[in-house]
Each structure stands twice: as C-alpha cells, then as structure tokens.
C-alpha cells in the first residue's frame, strides 16, 4: 500500500481538492492507497475540511497538530502514521503534480528505496527569491555533499527508508537532505513546479532566513572555521600592524600610533563578538537537542488506524 503524505497549513480550500485528485489518480492506476492529511495547527477550517473528507473517503486520514509545528514536523508525523509499505509526501497546494507520484510509484515497484522528485523549474518566484534560493542550496549543497539546487520535499521512501528516518534522535530535521543522508537505494524523477491555484505561499521572507541558517546550522560546521579563518587572518594584520607601530615608536613617530590601536580593538573586539555569536547559536543547538523535547504534540487523530489495515 501506498501512502500519501500531506502536510497542510491554512489550506482548507485545498483539502477536498487535493484528496479528490489524488484518489482519483491512483484509483484509475490501481494503486492501493490511503491519503494522510497532517493539519499543522491551521487557523481555518484545513481541519474541518479533513475530517470532512475523511468522513466520505475511507482511505483518507488525519492527524490534527495541537499548534503550528511547521512542515518538518508535520512531515515527520505524516510517516508516523502512515502504514503503507512507502510512503510519499507531497505538498497539499497540488504543486507537486499528482501524475510524478505515479511514476515515483512505478520505480518503487522497480525496487527503489528512495525516490526523490527533482524540480526541472522551479515554477513562478520573484528575482530576490531565486538569488536567495541560489545561495542556500549552493551552501548546503557544499554541506551535504550532495546537489540539493534542485532538491524538493517531494519524495517517496520505502517503508525501510520511512523506519531509518523516523529512528533518528535528532529533532532539528531537514527532510530533504536527510531522505539523501540515509542512503538506501535511490532514483530520482523530475517534476515541473505547479502553480498554486488556491491560497498564497506559507513562506514569508523571514521565514525563509529563519530555515536557511537552521539547516545550515544543522548539517554544517563550516560556519565555525569561517571564524577562524577570519582570526588568523586578523591576527596576521595585527602582527604587521604591530611591527609597523614600533617602527615608528622607536623612530620618534609614535603619535601616529592612537589609530592603529583603535583599529586593533575595533577589529579584535568584532571577531570576538561574531566569534561568540556562532558558539552561541551551537550551545543553542545543544540545548534543544539535550531538552529532549517531542518533535510535534498531537491532539488527535481520526480515520482508519493502523490496525484495521493489517489484513491488506
Ligand atoms: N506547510 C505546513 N506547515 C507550515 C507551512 C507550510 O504544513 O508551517 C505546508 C503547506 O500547507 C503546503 C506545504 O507545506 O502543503 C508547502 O507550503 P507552501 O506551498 O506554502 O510553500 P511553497 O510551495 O511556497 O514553497
Ligand atoms: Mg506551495
């Protein structure tokens, strides 16, 4: 069985669209199915609609979030509940087209554990966007080791994959690189970006800063070597800087002197600074982790539990 993953915030114009496109397309491929639907504490009605659709459809299913966790989260508790032998996630927005899920499918039965839907286009986005975009896969890319410029959470992972994600302790999580970090058996199939036909965009600017430097952070150290680096390099301009000073203290030129000094706390002083930032932002990093905290809260669940599925 197939399961299909879908993580909603503020999408309650999408669900009966999304379910009702879905089910149509593997019924008529004859792929057995359920349709998970993880509502990522919506302020509209995303969760009424779910329990709607649940209601006539009995392959649809639900998991409501207490709050908004974000999409990693809802994600994650997407797999959790899902029984199917794989399992794919997929936006709610109809962005992922339907029909490469098919195709993901197909390879699945081929023997592919994971199967990662690759953007050829990356659809309708403003210049500022794309740049930034730019810089962050080009950073994690170097991270990960890993092409990620064209990487998608659109993705469809064998139950084993599912199992090895799920059993990971960490709570920081980037789906699309970690669906690439646990290696198993792996193809990819390219898709062209949708667009959106209801609702807007659940990014805004600051939260797309926010993402990038905690992925960055997550998967990299790099950022702490930048500022070693940078303390050399400060520290070898403070040893030209100092020889110059005594030159001139020793040749009768030592008023000239008050600048260099300023100049040396100014940029000492801003090393030390960015120097404590970074450490800061890893001991945060630490803290969360050490916190043990649950990735995600649910305060319910409806439709067809795993247990009733067992028999297929
Ligand atoms: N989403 C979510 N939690 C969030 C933000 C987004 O579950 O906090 C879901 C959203 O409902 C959609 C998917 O993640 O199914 C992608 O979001 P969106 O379409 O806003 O992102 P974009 O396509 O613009 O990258
Ligand atoms: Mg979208």
Redesign the pocket.
């Known amino acids: 069985m197939l399961s299909v993953i879908?993580?909603?915030?503020?999408?309650e114009k999408?669900i009966a669209k999304a379910a009702g496109t879905i089910e149509q397309i593997l019924t008529d491929e004859g792929i057995d199915h359920e349709i998970v639907f993880?509502?990522?504490?919506?302020k509209d009605g995303?969760w009424a609609e779910i329990e709607h659709a649940a209601a006539s459809n009995p392959s649809v299913t639900g998991v409501n979030f207490s709050r908004?966790?974000?999409?990693e989260?809802?994600?994650l508790a997407g797999l959790a509940a899902a029984c199917g032998d794989c399992c794919a996630v997929?936006?709610?927005?109809l962005?992922h087209p339907p029909e490469t899920l098919v195709k993901m499918y197909r390879l699945w039965e081929q023997g592919y554990e994971v199967i990662e839907g690759v953007k050829r286009t990356r659809?309708k986005e403003s210049v500022m966007h794309r740049a930034s975009a730019g810089l962050f896969y080009k950073i994690i890319s170097k991270a990960v080791k890993i092409d990620m410029s064209r990487a998608s959470?659109f993705k469809l992972l064998d139950r084993r994959a599912v199992d090895a994600l799920l059993a990971l302790p960490e709570r920081n999580t980037f789906f699309r690189a970690l669906s690439s970090w646990i290696g198993f058996r792996t193809a990819s199939v390219e898709f062209d970006?949708q667009e959106?036909t209801e609702?807007?965009?659940?990014?805004s600017t600051w939260?797309l800063v926010q993402y990038a430097v905690k992925n960055i952070v997550s998967f990299s150290t790099v950022p702490m070597q930048f500022v070693t680096v940078a303390g050399m390099l400060v520290f070898l301009l403070a040893v030209v800087l100092g020889i110059q000073t005594l030159i001139r203290y020793f040749s009768g030129h030592a008023i000239a002197g008050f600048t260099t000094v300023i100049l040396l706390i100014l940029i000492i002083g801003s090393v030390i600074m960015i120097s404590l930032g970074i450490i800061g932002y890893y001991i945060a990093k630490i803290y969360e982790e050490v916190k043990g905290r649950p990735r995600y809260l649910i305060s319910k669940k409806i439709g067809r539990g795993c247990r009733d599925s067992a028999e297929k």
């Open positions: 879908l993580p909603a915030y503020n999408e999408m993880v509502n990522d504490g919506s995303t908004n966790f974000g999409k989260s809802a994600m997929m936006d709610c927005d962005q659809g959470d970006v959106r609702g807007e965009s659940k990014w939260s």
